[in-house]
């Protein structure tokens, strides 16, 4: 099969900044691609990286794919591209062929459909505002805080105030972003293994220390984010839970299989993309929700400005960029 390929580049401001032990983000770049077929097919992607050489990497190799381009010789280039871009190419094939077909509203924009993310400055006075918010619409919700970012006797001192202020509605997701030692993150299982209101510790301890984590998760629900990009064949390994995010992955379409097979243990969070890479996101997220273990995803919703980026229709984003 012969394709046309063409790319067009994108940038943003989040609505507010979002903190992780690790970084900031307020702005986010990338490229929209567009794979045309020559039945006249047409499937996009987004290559979406999160770190700045990351952006530059992409860039020069996004450069290297001709315009005309046979399918299998694309599939071959890509394996040495970087994994958002080989996302990209695969979701946009997979749109082509069938194998994933998106619907006009997948209804995942209400607040107990999607984690909320605390703003780790105002935690306290977020948790209020949803509490209030839950309670008229009567449903649970989950929140999930970003720690790491503060001294360690702060931030406990933070988790105490939360446990006293929740109840059985509302469910905890703690990310340290691989930034705890193993002392902190034994001490912050042990105060938690007995709790009810958590749903996991994500990636409490550095991506390379699988040992800590495997023992930690036998303690507490452990989630893996960032182990599993630098170490993908913990996805087939992993007995635990999994922060999957398409946009990352080389291959989307083995996410969606894990989940059509109702694979255990998954759940979906966001890159922050634009509308073209979040129709995998609801895509995937309402096939998780029907699973063995639904979980609400993290698409952090409240962070996205109000732009064309983030229309439901692919070909619109692209005919306004």
């Known amino acids: 099969m012969n394709l046309i390929f063409k790319k067009k580049s994108y940038n943003f401001k989040l609505s507010t900044k979002v903190n992780n032990s690790k970084t900031t983000y307020l702005k986010r770049s990338g490229w929209i ?15 979406s990286p999160l770190l700045e050489e990351d952006l530059k990497k992409c860039a020069k190799q996004l450069n290297m794919i001709p315009e005309y381009v ?19 190419i695969n979701s946009a094939l997979a749109e082509i062929n069938g194998k994933i077909i998106f619907k006009d509203n997948y209804y995942l924009d209400e607040i107990d ?22 309670s008229n619409i009567g449903k649970s919700v989950t929140i999930k805080w970003k720690v790491a970012l503060k001294k360690n006797h702060e931030e406990e001192a933070i988790l105490e105030e939360i446990l006293s202020q929740i109840d059985n509605n509302i469910k905890l997701r703690i990310d340290a972003n691989g930034s705890w030692g193993r002392k902190i993150a034994y001490r ?30 036998k303690k507490i629900p452990i989630a893996l984010d960032e182990s599993l990009l630098k170490f993908p064949t913990l996805i087939d390994e992993w007995k635990g839970w999994q ?25 979906i ?42 229309l439901n229709e692919a070909k619109k984003i692209w005919d306004q960029l």
């Not at 209020?128 to 918010?133: G, T």
Request: proline share 5%.
């Open 33 to 47: 691609i567009k794979l045309t077929s020559n039945d006249k097919q047409i499937g996009f992607g987004e290559v």
């Open 70 to 88: 046979e399918v299998f010789n694309l599939s071959e280039q890509i394996n040495i591209f970087h994994p958002c871009i080989q996302s990209a």
């Open 113 to 134: 459909k999607t984690a909320i993310l605390l703003n780790p400055e105002n935690v306290i006075s977020d948790l209020n505002d949803i509490k209030k918010k839950q």
């Open 188 to 217: 912050w299982a042990d105060i938690l293994k007995d709790n009810n209101n958590i749903d996991w510790l994500e990636q409490p301890l550095c991506v390379d220390d699988l040992d800590g984590l495997t023992d930690l998760n």
């Open 243 to 267: 922060i999957r995010r398409p946009s990352q992955e080389n291959n989307p379409v083995k996410l969606l299989r894990e989940l059509q097979n109702k694979k255990a243990l998954i759940s």
């Open 269 to 310: 969070s966001t890159s922050f993309e634009t509308g073209i890479g979040r129709r995998w996101l609801y895509h995937l997220s309402s096939l998780q929700l029907q699973g063995p273990t639904p979980k609400v995803s993290g698409l952090a919703m409240n962070k996205f400005p109000n732009s064309f980026l983030f």
